[in-house]
């Protein structure tokens, strides 16, 4: 795991409680993402009282279900100043279930840019201006109930932070061969936490003793723990599916050798 210098104790903290969850069935299909979470970012509703730090998805519900060796997942969100001036950001990670656990699961990587990411014709979102990594988190890195606190440049109004957040499987033929990967789901959360640099200093907002809508998995829940130090929270859930694309490649070359 790689990380800059634990942020420094904030003093005026600027709160907006953003909690969300989306938890996937198991499919062996694409990846499952509506037509508008597609197209554009979309505003996370908040649950807690309004606040100055506002956080958008895109996706929106994230929500992957199939992940699979060599196929990456890119989770876009983007953090931007509502009725505030300038402030500054730190991150934090959440990471539970057994796919997140398994010795082959889930690194997942955040970087930031200081421009939109595209999304054009590249396997990857591209960044063009600022490109940062903030951090990487292995399988061996147990984050599910804590994680170092990552401070990013400092939140101006008009000027949004731009995150990634890249969800990867080891891409290997031992681990699309492994039957111990398949299927398996995890949760994965990123807290945010705005501090005021100047303005009127805000109260943070209380968190809440249960997270709506999850029903599946205990480790997520416990990301609540956090909201008293973050501004958002942003969850998804993933199901882990065995890469199809070789099985299907290996098929073709076969039944062109059988035509020859």
């Not at 929500?63 to 402030?87: K, M, N, Q």
């Amino acid at each position: 795991m790689r990380h800059s210098p634990r942020a420094t104790p904030p003093s005026r903290t600027v709160t907006a409680l953003i909690a969300v969850a989306s938890f996937a069935s198991l499919t062996l299909g694409a990846l499952f993402l509506s037509e508008s979470a597609q197209a554009a970012f979309i505003d996370v509703p908040e649950t807690g009282l309004p606040g100055t730090l506002v956080l958008s998805s895109d996706p929106y519900p994230a929500v992957f279900t199939d992940l699979s060796p060599g196929d990456p997942a890119f989770w876009r969100i983007d953090a931007r100043l509502d009725d505030a001036e300038s402030a500054t950001l730190t991150l934090e990670a959440r990471q539970g279930g057994p796919v997140a656990r398994h010795p082959r699961g889930v690194t997942m990587t955040i970087d930031r840019c200081s421009e939109p990411w595209s999304t054009g014709d590249a396997a990857a979102p591209q960044c063009s201006n600022g490109l940062a990594r903030i951090a990487v988190f292995t399988p061996a890195d147990d984050i599910s109930s804590s994680s170092p606190s990552f401070e990013l440049r400092p939140l101006v109004a008009g000027s949004p932070e731009h995150l990634l957040v890249t969800l990867a499987v080891e891409d290997s033929a031992a681990a699309r061969a492994d039957d111990t990967l398949m299927g398996l789901r995890g949760t994965l959360g990123i807290g945010l936490t705005a501090t005021a640099v100047d303005g009127a200093p805000i109260t943070p907002i209380p968190p809440r003793p249960t997270l709506p809508g999850t029903g599946t998995d205990a480790a997520f829940t416990g990301l609540l723990a956090l909201v008293a130090l973050t501004a958002g929270i942003l969850g998804l859930a993933l199901a882990l599916t065995r890469r199809r694309r070789s099985l299907e490649r290996d098929t073709a070359v076969s039944h062109d050798s059988e035509g020859t």
